[in-house]
């Protein structure tokens, strides 16, 4: 590897850091080694009602398959985020909200003033009759009352289930019925870049598929207009009227759940990932700690939306552990310019950041003027999640975006893994632009060939993981079978990430991408059958077939292929209507980047769609597409290699 591709770790790292590398060796070392100790001394770092005696408790074989951390312990994850910071810290800001206008003044929340809001928002929700064990939607904007309702539902108990304010009602409805939720928490509206999303009226287009939905929590934000339908809608700011801001923490099992977050597999419809509460937790905290070596008087930016893990587990549950100073921020990162996020950082003194690749190319394209018009003097750590970044990218950040002064700390992790899992750590590991590098303690990866077999050294696979760690999901809500199906039974007996990746001559690991039929656009997972599935409903539509394809900012784009029904001719229109009928049956992330009318799809004889051809065409690599001899009909590749859409 050229020395240029190699970042040391800096000296004032190495020798500042909370972990340094020999530090890591001995750590990783033994959370393998020995993982009972490990983990129950780890386990200290949270504050239990009953501190736990057992650590990991579990089994990937199918004849006794469990997965049990800390099972005999009891804590209550909000008091961990919020009572025990008292003490020490009610004073210091908890929380700063970053209004998308910019001429808006931010607020601040101090770390008592957060837990009175969350305690008053818990006795809300009890006032509505939410008890322990039931599930709470909320979809909301990134506003703090979104910080607020999570906690509250912590704190009593209920499991919350975040859908990110980008769906539409009809994928907010499957997500209400699925887990069975009779509530939603919402807002009058969002806001995001100067515009407006109809959050309240979209909740009720969805309430007209979801029977099961009796209450509807209305915070207003904007105060855009809105219809309350009396039985059913309660707006925020009136059932909170003298409500008292105390509640006390419920006691819970380490194991009982916290939250239901949906996210796509390569079949069917989105899965609700479930975690509990005090394996999520401790990993929450412990990787927020060492991958961002986390300093009490740290100003923490994590820039994704609570509607996903990283919101989650970044935004609120791992830094407030923490008693961190965490930053939350309503808009986007082009907005009014692509200097907005580099003015935040100047304005809030941020020290850490961290966002996804495609933000950064959105910003990169822009031009560097941008980034130098700012100071950026606070910062002194850059993260990144949610796709490979390209080296491009990387050295963009580091070089401009860091001034070189500052470790890029690329993370790779999943919904599923409940935090990051290979991630360098600043102050011991050597950078490579591309690299998530190693794994973190307790993470024990391995690369299998196609047959299952291990493959050591330098080599490149199918990643999985070989034993639990305590952030790792514990089921897919209401179907028991469907966890141990989707990741335990490609390779028995170890956890199947649905990801490529390459392990280099020095142990580092370099992911390549969903193996699956997932596609990631703009870091957010989507499953190409959802997309599939949506465009088959539309009356003109046959059958749909779609992949990924590579793209600039979004890193993979979504390229459709349709069959129309015959005596349906293509047009200009219809490929416009077809791209809002998906927009609207899922979201605009869905949206495909381009439609292909294709009178036939290539498919074997047995009638399976031959996906590797189509990525090819989408690809645009046709002159590699392999054997297509097995293929009922041939000639139809010829077809679609000569229509492909570019
Ligand atoms: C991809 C987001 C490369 C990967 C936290 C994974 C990454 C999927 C990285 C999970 C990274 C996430 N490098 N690929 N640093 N981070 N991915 O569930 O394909 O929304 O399986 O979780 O994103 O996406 P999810």
Aim: charged share 20%; net charge negative; with cysteine.
């Amino acid at each position: 590897m050229a020395d240029q591709d190699l970042y040391p770790v800096p000296p004032e790292w190495a020798a500042h850091a909370r972990v340094d590398s020999a530090g890591y060796d001995q750590m990783y070392g033994r959370s393998l080694a020995d993982p009972g100790t490990f983990w129950l001394d780890q386990a200290k770092r949270l504050d239990w009602i009953k501190r736990p005696e057992i650590a990991g408790d579990w089994s990937f074989d199918k004849s006794d398959f469990h997965i049990r951390w800390f099972a005999d312990g009891k804590l209550n994850v909000s008091a961990n985020c919020l009572d025990r910071h008292l003490a020490k810290r009610g004073g210091e800001t908890a929380l700063i909200w970053e209004p998308d206008e910019p001429s808006e003044e931010p607020r601040r929340f101090t770390y008592a003033e957060l837990h009175a809001e969350v305690c008053r928002f818990a006795n809300v929700l009890k006032g509505q009759g939410v008890v322990k064990g039931n599930r709470v939607t909320i979809y909301m904007p990134m506003i703090p009352e979104a910080a607020f309702a999570v906690l509250a539902c912590a704190r009593i108990g209920a499991i919350h289930s975040v859908v990110f304010g980008g769906f539409s009602p009809e994928a907010l409805a499957g997500r209400i019925e699925d887990c069975g939720s009779t509530i939603v928490i919402t807002a009058d509206e969002g806001r995001r870049g100067g515009k407006r999303v109809p959050l309240k009226a979209n909740v009720d287009a969805a309430a007209a598929h979801a029977p099961g939905l009796t209450t509807v929590i209305v915070v207003k934000a904007t105060g855009g207009a809105v219809t309350m339908q009396a039985e059913r809608d309660v707006w925020y700011h009136e059932a909170a009227e003298g409500v008292a801001t105390t509640c006390p923490p419920e006691p819970m099992g380490a194991e009982d759940p916290l939250f239901i977050l949906y996210t796509s597999g390569s079949t069917g419809q989105p899965k609700g990932v479930l975690h509990t509460s005090g394996g999520y937790l401790l990993w929450a905290s412990l990787t927020h700690e060492l991958t961002f070596d986390y300093r009490p008087g740290d100003v923490w930016w994590c820039a994704a939306d609570i509607g996903w893990v990283t919101g989650h587990t970044y935004i609120l549950y791992g830094p407030l552990a923490n008693g961190a100073t965490t930053l939350m921020f309503e808009g986007l990162p082009t907005w009014p310019d692509a200097s907005r996020m580099w003015q935040i950082v100047d304005r809030h003194k941020v020290t850490t950041l961290y966002t996804a690749p495609t933000a950064l190319r959105a910003l990169m394209k822009e031009g560097d003027g941008f980034v130098t018009a700012t100071d950026r003097s606070s910062l002194k750590l850059l993260g990144t999640v949610g796709e490979p970044i390209n080296p491009e990218a990387w050295r963009w950040y580091h070089d401009v975006v860091g001034q070189g002064r500052c470790p890029i700390i690329d993370t790779w992790w999943q919904t599923e893994t409940g935090g990051a899992m290979i991630a360098p750590l600043p102050g011991a590991t050597a950078l490579k632009p591309g690299s998530a590098t190693m794994p973190l303690p307790g993470i024990d990866p391995q690369l299998l060939d196609p047959e299952g077999v291990v493959l050591n050294g330098a080599a490149s696979g199918n990643l999985v993981i070989a034993r639990s760690w305590p952030g790792q999901m514990r089921g897919v809500w209401g179907d028991s079978d469907r966890f141990f199906q989707t990741y335990f039974t490609t390779y028995p007996g170890k956890y199947t990430t649905g990801d490529g990746a390459r392990r280099d001559e020095d142990g580092y690991y370099w992911i390549t991408g969903r193996v699956d039929d997932v596609i990631n656009v703009s870091g957010h997972r989507m499953g190409t059958a959802e997309v599939e599935s949506a465009l088959v409903l539309h009356p003109h539509v046959a059958e749909a077939a779609v992949v990924g394809m590579p793209h600039d900012i979004k890193g993979q784009g979504i390229y459709a292929y349709v069959t129309l029904n015959s005596g349906q001719d293509p047009s200009d229109d219809l490929r416009k209507e077809l791209v809002g009928w998906v927009r609207k049956e899922i979201g605009p992330i869905a949206a495909p980047d381009k439609v292909h009318f294709a009178p036939g799809l290539p498919k074997t004889r047995s009638g399976k769609i031959m996906r590797r051809i189509l990525r090819k065409i989408a690809e645009g690599d046709v002159s590699s597409l392999g054997d297509t001899s097995t293929l009922a009909d041939p000639a139809v590749v010829d077809d679609l290699v000569a229509n492909r859409v570019v």
